[in-house]
T-cell receptor
Framework: GQNIDQPTEMTATEGAIVQINCTYQTSGFNGLFWYQQHAGEAPTFLSY????GLEEKGRFSSFLSRSKGYSYLLLKELQMKDSASYLC????????FGTGTRLKVLA | GAVVSQHPSWVICKSGTSVKIECRSLDFQATTMFWYRQFPKQSLMLMATSNEGSKATYEQGVEKDKFLINHASLTLSTLTVTSAHPEDSSFYIC???????????????FGPGTRLTVL
């Protein structure tokens, strides 16, 4: 079956670093996405990984290990505006979204 | 480029009525659109994939007679929730798959979503 797991909630302090993990089991794999979603809004694209390794983009980095079915999103220098849900999505013949992680950044 | 719009952004209706949600690709042509539903504090669940010129493909457990999808043109896909009930209240989002040649060639382009509340 298709399964993508993420922690339900995380809390971190402003200025800190947080890592959000995602594990997946899918029948195919064409890439893994991370999206940010604020309440009541559509998801916005953060990163895309198709090969193993780390992709860095400003304060956000995403890592992929295809052999382990594992990815993480790393957020550095956390800001209050980073409080949102973070969705991991795997593409095979369609997009499958993970359960999402609600991140709360505290002052 | 690659902007997707949805209309309406929110709608409140009475139980038993039908509601149509429009999804438009504004500056590109989309032969395929994905329709998602998202309940509060949950992730996006793919409902169906609409295809211009052919029937939509529905995910398992989604009633095709209740959620009517029509891909009328290369820039318009619609989702009609027929005989809506309170349990259909949700956030409905459409998205277009990656478009070769456009910026962000691997990402979906999401519409802003439609909040449906059925009383």
């Amino acid at each position: 079956g298709q399964n993508i797991d993420q922690p339900t909630e995380m809390t971190a302090t402003e200025g800190a670093i947080v890592q959000i993990n995602c594990t997946y089991q899918t029948s195919g794999f064409n890439g893994l996405f991370w999206y940010q979603q604020h309440a009541g809004e559509a998801p916005t694209f953060l990163s895309y990984n198709v090969l193993d390794g780390l992709e860095e983009k400003g304060r956000f980095s995403s890592f992929l290990s295809r052999s382990k079915g594992y990815s993480y999103l790393l957020l550095k220098e956390l800001q209050m505006k980073d409080s949102a849900s973070y969705l991991c999505a795997v593409t095979s013949y369609k997009y499958i979204f993970g359960t999402g992680t609600r991140l709360k950044v505290l002052a | 480029g690659a902007v997707v719009s949805q209309h309406p952004s929110w709608v409140i209706c009475k139980s038993g009525t039908s509601v149509k949600i429009e999804c438009r690709s504004l500056d590109f042509q989309a032969t395929t659109m994905f329709w998602y539903r998202q309940f509060p504090k949950q992730s996006l669940m793919l409902m169906a994939t609409s295809n211009e010129g052919s029937k939509a493909t529905y995910e398992q457990g989604v009633e095709k007679d209740k959620f009517l999808i029509n891909h009328a043109s290369l820039t318009l896909s619609t989702l009609t929730v027929t005989s809506a009930h309170p349990e259909d209240s949700s956030f409905y989002i459409c998205s277009a798959p990656p478009v070769p040649g456009l910026a962000g060639a691997n990402e979906q382009f999401f519409g802003p979503g439609t909040r449906l509340t059925v009383l």
